[in-house]
């Protein structure tokens, strides 16, 4: 009886056994775990996916520790913290970067905001004024993703994550850059943890071109998703600076007056700052000079790289560095017929034929002035000017100009242009003020072009020819000054009071009242 009991039960559990989908062993699943992290390592989101799938009923601590990186990369940070939690202390390896700290962050982070849902982007914000950046970041975001599948051949098929930080403290928590590391380089946003991590224009005194530097980041995470970590901090930041005015342009990148006179002045002074000292990271350089002087170099190179091959063989490098694993020789070869080095000494004498302009002023439009960092001081930006003259009659003008004497102040302004020519934008931007305020808008919006061209991210500029075309009754030319103010410092609210004015004028009272609403919104209407 018991014997043929036993029998019973023992066919009884082969049948069972049968019916039963297969369970990882212990083995399997750690070595697929393992394996998943270092798809995440390389950026490979969907491969990874397909193994979170497969360990999705296993919960043995690696597996655990796998799956809350997995969503923590997501964007899902509740759930990831859930199978951390799980994990306990359990981590691959002692030498393997701990991504709990920056989970914890990032779920503090995002406490407090709301969400808004594209096609392919998810933007997550404060509620109040950052409510003003959604619309524009999903507009800008969804135009760079259609137009970098294109260059670049590839688009993640999942939405992605954006992340609006009100405070910089709270990008130093999430990427892990020190707050000095973020002031000193200037650092604004982060690509990181497959997710893009984006300050707010507030946490500047001017703001910064926040649309660019969403494409920026933007693609960072698409180079990264296309060739895992293959590509080398050099040549990231050299293809984002040129596409990171895809969304509005075609690829080719901007290179500034200002930045021309830079690369000018380190070639002069053989201060280049080489390669190597770009790695690991752009932000850890000394000096926000350091870093527009490297993203300067690396841009132009990326230029002349694409005045070779075009974004075809862009799109090539980036392949045949995934293909050869990251020797970036073999890539270089591979596409152009010469290393790292050949591209390094041919760059240079490309720029040494181009006849780089050093501008005899130092006007550092590339610079962030972070709040909290002290005031802007006028008196030293004059001082910065080389020509004695030319700084004297600007000096004066300035001094008649605060004390109400605009006509005195025209009449010096235009003794220093004379001296230090059209394209100082500190000078000509008080001339305009000091033309507006006599009501002359034609010769202030004259005054501004050559100004328009040397300096394009600057803020003032804009609102003023903006200020001076509302008053010439050309509304409709008017508004491409604001939307670029509005790309920089959209919390500024001269930019909707004058988009109000505009609107109105074009009778488009939907827009009209949009600017007004948006006024409300920061306390101003």
């Not at 017929?337 to 780089?356: D, I, P, T, Y």
Request: one cysteine or more.
């Amino acid at each position: 009886m018991r014997s043929g009991g036993m029998r019973r039960f023992g066919l009884l559990l082969v049948i069972l056994a049968l019916l039963s989908p297969p369970a990882f062993a212990a083995d399997d699943a750690a070595s697929l775990a393992l394996k998943g992290l270092k798809l995440l390592d390389n950026w490979q989101m969907e491969r990874a996916g397909e193994i979170a799938e497969k360990l999705a009923d296993d919960e043995s601590p690696g597996t655990l520790y796998f799956l809350g990186r997995y969503h923590f990369e997501r964007g899902d940070y509740e759930t990831a913290l859930d199978y951390l939690n799980g994990a306990g202390d359990w981590k691959p390896s002692a030498r393997t970067p701990d991504y709990a700290p920056f989970l914890r962050a990032a779920f503090d982070n995002v406490k407090r905001m709301k969400r808004t849902q594209s096609e392919h982007f998810e933007i997550r914000f404060e509620p109040g004024k950052d409510e003003l950046l959604v619309e524009a970041a999903i507009e800008t975001l969804e135009k760079a993703r259609a137009a970098l599948a294109e260059d670049l051949g590839y688009a993640p098929p999942e939405r992605i994550v954006v992340e609006f930080y009100p405070r910089l403290e709270m990008l130093s928590a999430g990427s892990g850059l020190s707050m000095e590391a973020l002031r000193t380089s200037g650092t604004i946003a982060v690509c990181k943890w497959n997710r893009l991590m984006v300050s707010s224009p507030r946490v500047a005194v001017y703001g910064y071109a926040w649309r660019d530097t969403l494409n920026h980041e933007y693609v960072h995470l698409v180079i990264s998703r296309a060739a895992g970590d293959t590509i080398p901090i050099w040549l990231h930041e050299g293809l984002a600076k040129m596409h990171e005015l895809r969304w509005r342009r075609p690829p080719g990148g901007e290179l500034t007056p200002s930045a021309e006179s830079l690369l000018a002045r380190a070639f002069k002074e053989n201060k280049l700052v080489t390669l190597d000292e770009m790695h690991p990271s752009m932000a850890l350089l000394p000096s926000q000079d350091h870093a527009a002087l490297a993203y300067t170099q690396v841009l132009t190179m990326i230029q002349w790289l694409h005045g070779l091959k075009g974004e075809g063989g862009l799109r090539a490098l980036v392949q045949a560095a995934r293909d050869e694993e990251g020797d970036l020789d073999r890539a270089f070869l591979k596409v152009y017929s010469f290393n790292v080095r050949g591209l390094e000494l041919n760059w240079k004498q490309a720029m040494q034929r181009r006849h780089l302009k050093e501008l005899d002023y130092d006007f550092d439009d590339y610079k962030i002035l972070f709040a909290g960092s002290g005031e802007p001081d006028p008196e030293a930006e004059i001082r910065k000017i080389k020509t004695k003259r030319g700084r004297d009659y600007m000096t004066l003008g300035k001094l008649l100009k605060d004390r109400r004497h605009p006509e005195a102040a025209v009449a010096e302004f235009k003794k220093a242009t004379a001296t230090l020519g059209p394209a100082n934008p500190l000078l000509m931007n008080y001339l305009a003020d000091s033309e507006l305020e006599l009501g002359h808008y034609q010769e202030a919006y004259h005054g501004l072009q050559a100004v328009l061209a040397y300096a394009p991210n600057y803020l003032p500029s804009h609102l003023r020819a903006a200020q001076a075309l509302t008053a010439l009754n050309r509304p409709a030319d008017a508004l491409p000054h604001l939307e670029t103010a509005f790309a920089i410092n959209p919390f500024d609210p001269r930019v909707y009071k004058l988009m109000e004015t505009c609107y109105d004028k074009l009778g488009l009272k939907d827009k009209a009242d949009q600017a007004r609403r948006n006024l409300e919104r920061l306390g101003e209407g």
